[in-house]
């Protein structure tokens, strides 16, 4: 499949690299056709790798992933163009942190409003699903690096096109089905996006970033 | 020993019946001392449980725990009198929802501040542990009604206040001391309210709220 990554940090770098070892042809964009990053990631990328302005790569891409840094997402995006965008699947991956006064971060956006509603609102022919947000990189592509059920929770209007998202999860990514959690309609991304501030305190309390939640539940009482 | 429960919802009586049945005098308080809820909690509530005003409970508690809706706390905690809170441990369980505009609510303060650091700036001299926010009240003082290793966060300025907080959770209401996570001093707060959010999201997806977060942990690739 052809793939576009728009972004070229650690999450966008880590995602492309398991969608070409996957068998996808993926194509990274930037902000300028010329990005040493992204014409650095592509020379070592082999023949199903390539890079691009993020027009480039979302015209290249029958689905595109949105691992811009979350300050920087809906310009990318307009830069992407709208019509390289619509009626296409928009995998959106990303925390509208702002790391300007420290750490820890703020949100850019939070409460009654999120960066995936933003983007759903700006590109209203996109189909926004809001997913992977909640874990570092490494174990976004590889879920086993932590131990047992944890889960990934999927936002967005349409229930096709997360559930498009949840198969990929589970076949390109290595998820398992039960723990993919669809929280909602994108509205929801705001409990994904301001879980962000909790994941960054328990990652400064245990030191490393290589956890993720797990969901244990019962049942009311005296209803088993 | 002698508690204070400042709030009369479901909160506080769960938290007040729990307190009572493990031994403790609990004396519940309310906005007015005629309150027909805390009169009515007070009345089955046997020799060891009595009602008053949050200044009477407040006089009354060794230790002090903030039931009262997130909407309401600053104002209950000034009737409670900063006198009444001086030295001792306010056990902060409050969360600033607003649902003032429907399902799902948002937050009065989040972001850059949070409730329990307006309630630890606006009374110093009390020792606030925000804690047991982040479950129903029947899980708080049961959290075997939810399996396996699911946890909760302690955030405070004092490690002697949570470590003592963290002692009562587990010989009050039965918590497992590996399962309470020190997330920092109070301005981690923001990262349990802001949790909420997803708390509410997932209540809603899955249509009860007997459930909890566990953390999963890996470690660095390579470093096991």
Not at 70 to 95: F, Q
Not at 100 to 123: C, H, K, Y
Request: aromatic share 6%; net charge neutral; proline share 6%.
């Amino acid at each position: 499949m052809k793939i576009a990554v728009l972004g070229t940090g650690g999450v966008g770098r880590t995602i492309a690299d398991k969608l070409l070892s996957a068998g996808h042809d993926v194509r990274m964009g930037s902000r300028t056709a010329s990005s040493e990053k992204a014409s650095g990631w592509a020379a070592s990328a082999g023949p199903h790798g390539s890079h691009g302005t993020f027009a480039d790569a979302a015209a290249f891409g029958q689905v595109i992933f949105n691992c811009t840094a979350g300050t920087g997402s809906l310009p990318a995006l307009e830069m992407a163009g709208r019509e390289n965008l619509a009626g296409k699947i928009l995998i959106d991956l990303s925390n509208p942190l702002d790391f300007s006064r420290g750490m820890p971060p703020t949100l850019t956006v939070s409460n009654d409003d999120s960066l995936g509603e933003r983007i759903q609102r700006a590109f209203p022919e996109a189909r926004v699903v809001k997913t992977l947000n909640t874990v570092t990189a490494r174990v976004m592509v590889e879920p086993s690096l932590v131990p047992g059920d944890h889960v990934l929770f999927l936002s967005g209007n349409e229930p096709e096109a997360k559930a498009q998202v949840a198969e990929w999860l589970t076949s390109w990514f290595g998820w398992t089905r039960k723990n993919l959690i669809d929280l909602g309609d994108i509205t929801s991304a705001r409990g994904v996006e301001m879980y962000l501030p909790l994941w960054i305190r328990m990652m400064l309390a245990r030191g490393h970033p290589f956890f993720n939640i797990a969901v244990a539940s019962g049942g009311p009482p005296g209803a088993k």
